[in-house]
């Protein structure tokens, strides 16, 4: 699986960014796809993720209300939409695939395996 993710840049508190990752490659049906990030200093956090198939989703707490995680099956193409950002949400945010044929825990960061370049996402105050 080879992932391209784009779309950070930066935007004053309160405004809206939306990430993209554009997935390829063999992937089963029940792959899943997680938008992470990590600041400078902290611990890479799983933010938001997605099952291909069905409505499953996880948020985390911190930007649960705020983002938005969305797919395109027609492009192969996850979306994270950014609302009401915070200064606190500015980190290099990375998407990863859990490329298992069997549904697992969406919110187990361990099960991501295939992850795709960073984009940055700067938020100012």
């Known amino acids: 699986v080879q992932l391209q993710a784009s779309g950070g840049g930066l935007v004053q508190a309160g405004g809206s960014l939306r990430l993209s990752c554009a997935a390829s490659g063999r992937t089963f049906s029940n792959y899943a796809i997680g938008w992470f990030r990590q600041a400078p200093g902290k611990e890479r956090e799983l933010v938001a993720a997605i099952r291909w198939s069905g409505s499953s989703t996880y948020y985390a707490d911190s930007v649960k209300g705020r983002f938005t995680i969305s797919r395109d099956n027609a492009k192969n193409t996850v979306y994270l939409q950014m609302n009401s950002l915070k200064p606190e949400d500015t980190a290099v945010y990375s998407c990863?695939?859990?490329?298992?044929?069997?549904?697992?825990?969406?919110?187990?960061?361990?099960?991501?395996?295939?992850w795709g370049q960073g984009t940055q996402v700067t938020v100012s105050s």
């Open positions: 990863a695939a859990d490329n298992s044929p069997f549904p697992r825990d969406l919110g187990n960061q361990n099960y991501y395996d295939y």
